[in-house]
């Protein structure tokens, strides 16, 4: 009579449904991560073409809007004075008036051609294009309106990009602050002070005028809003201090390092200031 014997073979545990669904389940796993994550890289490449579209577009429609309004509206000066020295019945006074006139609305055509194009030049991107360009821009300008200015700048401009945006926005207030400060302030002197402190950059514009105890309810006004606005919308400061007859302060303030933050989620003219 023969003898029988019985035993269990056990699988190797690759062998086994459970390590065969698991391993299953895993490469499934991968491969949706996989999937994940390449469809996350490129709705991310999408997402940053898609600002940097928006970013060029209203790069795009803001020189649009310079020409329109700069350039376009003295052109159109341009053609009316042409047209009305043509008229015969003009005397030769009249005559020579208009031409000054003319000519007078070409230099601002040019003056508005050369700032539109110094801001959307990449080349000017940075904080030492910035500093030489409004600080010329103030003497030229003051000077022509018969006011004395004095320029202080650090005497070493550390090596700093500055976006176009902020370029833009900051010329502009200073421009404002200019404009009031020949057509309201019956100043005599001024003095624009640049100064770079670690990662700040202040722009200060002070003048010897009437200055003023109280918000002020004309054109000044509307200056001082814009002014507000365009450092706000970069993401600057804006503050003055004016008193009567002791003339007025303009601060613009840019912290440097939190302007880089955002974007990623020199020489003495005439003696200091009084």
Same mark, same amino acid.
């Given at each position: 009579?023969?003898?029988?014997?019985?035993?269990?073979?056990?699988?190797?545990?690759?062998?086994?449904?459970?390590?065969?669904?698991?391993?299953?389940?895993?490469?499934?796993?991968?491969?949706?991560?996989?999937?994940?994550?390449?469809?996350?890289?490129?709705?991310? @490449?999408?997402?940053?073409?898609?600002?940097?579209?928006?970013?060029?577009?209203?790069?795009?429609? /803001?020189?649009?809007?310079?020409?329109?309004?700069?350039?376009?509206?003295?052109?159109?000066?341009?053609?009316?004075?042409?047209?009305?020295? @043509?008229?015969?019945?003009?005397?030769? %006074?009249?005559?020579?008036? /208009?031409?000054?006139?003319?000519?007078?609305?070409?230099?601002?055509?040019?003056?508005?051609?050369?700032?539109?194009?110094?801001?959307?030049?990449?080349?000017?991107?940075?904080?030492?294009?910035?500093?030489?360009?409004?600080?010329?821009?103030?003497?030229?300008?003051?000077?022509?309106?018969?006011?004395?200015?004095?320029?202080?700048?650090?005497?070493?401009?550390? %090596?700093?990009?500055?976006?176009?945006?902020?370029?833009?926005?900051?010329?502009?207030?200073?421009?404002?602050?200019?404009?009031?400060?020949?057509?309201?302030?019956?100043?005599?002197?001024?003095?624009?002070?640049? /100064?770079?402190?670690?990662?700040?950059?202040?722009?200060?514009?002070?003048?010897?005028?009437?200055?003023? %105890?109280?918000?002020?309810?004309?054109?000044?006004?509307?200056? @001082?809003?814009?002014?507000?606005?365009?450092?706000?919308?970069?993401?600057?400061?804006?503050?003055?201090?004016?008193?009567?007859?002791?003339?007025?302060?303009?601060?613009?303030?840019?912290?440097?390092?939190?302007?880089?933050?955002?974007?990623?989620?020199?020489?003495?003219?005439?003696?200091?200031? /009084?």
């Amino acid at each position: 009579m023969g003898t029988s014997v019985s035993f269990v073979v056990t699988p190797f545990f690759w062998q086994t449904w459970w390590f065969r669904i698991g391993t299953l389940l895993a490469l499934t796993g991968i491969g949706v991560g996989i999937i994940h994550l390449v469809l996350t890289h490129r709705m991310r @490449l999408r997402l940053h073409a898609l600002e940097r579209q928006a970013a060029l577009d209203k790069e795009r429609a /803001r020189i649009a809007r310079d020409i329109h309004d700069d350039a376009g509206g003295h052109l159109t000066k341009i053609v009316l004075l042409s047209e009305l020295t @043509l008229q015969h019945s003009e005397s030769h %006074d009249k005559v020579v008036e /208009r031409a000054k006139q003319t000519a007078d609305a070409a230099r601002e055509v040019l003056k508005s051609l050369d700032e539109t194009i110094w801001a959307i030049n990449p080349r000017n991107d940075n904080l030492r294009e910035l500093i030489a360009y409004l600080s010329s821009a103030a003497y030229n300008f003051l000077q022509t309106a018969g006011v004395r200015c004095r320029v202080d700048l650090p005497d070493e401009v550390p %090596d700093r990009t500055i976006s176009a945006d902020v370029r833009h926005n900051l010329f502009l207030a200073v421009k404002e602050a200019l404009n009031n400060l020949v057509r309201h302030a019956r100043a005599t002197e001024a003095w624009l002070r640049v /100064r770079v402190d670690g990662n700040a950059l202040s722009v200060i514009i002070e003048d010897n005028g009437k200055g003023f %105890d109280q918000q002020p309810v004309n054109g000044c006004a509307d200056g @001082l809003r814009n002014m507000r606005h365009r450092l706000e919308e970069t993401g600057g400061r804006f503050r003055f201090d004016s008193s009567p007859g002791q003339g007025t302060k303009v601060f613009f303030t840019y912290d440097l390092l939190e302007r880089k933050k955002v974007r990623k989620n020199g020489h003495k003219v005439g003696p200091p200031g /009084r």
